[in-house]
């Protein structure tokens, strides 16, 4: 090889090292989102817009998480669920001044693109995926893409498939991969102690958004909390009725006389003596209006009161990636001879403790038995 041909040989191996290097820093990667959408991402994901899921992108970005976070929709936690914002924000105080895009229907696009994100994290849900779909070709003119996740269809599935594509667009796969193997792990003591159940084994639930004992909150059909029932052991007194999240009768729910019954609580600002649980939540308080449940007109007589099987969690229990403590909480609450050593509140401060930057303190579960 000439002297010549060896300097032109090494200037090409050279270029193509730099261009090699170069590609490598402004490289891309594909993802197939919840919607069935595949999308195309850059290789380093710096800047994060959130409009949803907002704990689970803490659980499976970890430490890095808050320092990517570019904007997010406040109203996810503030006023929906306040005590979630204090807890995070006593964390992390710079929440309160990271931007806020929005939320659901009021997602500003505008705002988005300002920020100019990497990816913005989105639910599949309706009015969060409704809000964002007509501004696809807005976004990705702006190079930003929408990735979706589906923690609503409340399967493990959808679950662990969405906890994993979080772990790969965040360069968290094996933190990712524990989270999601520790969900199916706590979802598995349910399905295998319950299998083959017979229907007659099945007690009636009646389930309830606590609202204070003056007014009957909505109840659940097929969906939600109505769909874990049966999951959980029970037999839904809602079920058949029209609509995911139902209002159900009085008269109806007397008539059917529930063997255990069930409020799901959260923080309201317009209510003041229903069961408040979740983050700082106090436990004298939430067993006093648990208690006056039972004052109700006409229940006296029901099954479940009788046998003081009245018990409340944390409505936002359900549809999240430590949801399996609310799974959980129904199974013992409904076939307590099947579940006596389960304790699902050990197993959420486990998955705490493991994954989310907040302390579980609190009471998420509570039970009048």
Not at 156 to 161: C, G
Request: include cysteine; charge should be negative.
């Amino acid at each position: 090889m000439s002297r010549k041909f060896a300097l032109l040989f090494s200037l090409l191996v050279l270029l193509a090292v730099l261009a090699g290097a170069a590609g490598a820093q402004s490289g891309t990667f594909e993802v197939t989102d919840l919607k069935g959408r595949t999308v195309t991402l850059p290789s380093e994901i710096n800047r994060v817009v959130v409009t949803f899921n907002m704990e689970e992108y803490f659980a499976v970005a970890g430490e890095e998480g808050i320092d990517k976070l570019a904007g997010w929709s406040h109203k996810y936690w503030r006023g929906r669920r306040n005590d979630a914002y204090e807890a995070f924000t006593a964390v992390y105080p710079q929440l309160k001044d990271i931007p806020d895009v929005g939320y659901n229907g009021d997602i500003s696009i505008e705002a988005i693109i300002s920020l100019q994100p990497d990816v913005v994290l989105a639910s599949a849900t309706g009015a969060n995926y409704n809000a964002l779909e007509p501004a696809f070709d807005n976004l990705r003119a702006a190079g930003i893409e929408c990735v979706f996740f589906d923690f609503h269809a409340q399967t493990i599935e959808k679950h662990t498939e969405s906890v994993k594509l979080l772990g790969k667009i965040l360069g968290q796969e094996e933190r990712a991969a524990e989270i999601a193997e520790f969900y199916t792990e706590q979802m598995a003591v349910i399905s295998e102690r319950l299998t083959d159940l017979p229907d007659e084994a099945r007690p009636r639930v009646y389930m309830e958004f606590s609202m204070g004992p003056s007014q009957y909150g909505n109840t659940w059909s097929e969906q939600m909390w109505g769909a874990l029932i049966r999951d959980c052991g029970g037999t839904n007194i809602a079920a058949g009725m029209e609509g995911a999240s139902v209002e159900i009768a009085p008269e109806q729910v007397i008539s059917a006389d529930p063997e255990v019954i069930i409020f799901t609580c959260s923080p309201r600002e317009d209510v003041s003596d229903n069961v408040v649980l979740g983050y700082g939540a106090d436990e004298s308080l939430a067993r006093e209006h648990l208690e006056a449940y039972k004052t109700r007109e006409g229940w006296a007589d029901l099954s479940a009161v009788k046998e003081n099987k009245l018990g409340a969690l944390y409505h936002d229990l359900s549809r999240h990636i430590f949801d399996f403590a609310g799974a959980q909480f129904l199974a013992k609450q409904i076939q307590p001879d099947i579940f006596p050593d389960l304790d699902p509140e050990a197993n959420l401060a486990e998955f705490f403790e493991r994954f989310m930057p907040v302390k579980l303190d609190g009471v998420w579960t509570l039970s009048l038995k």
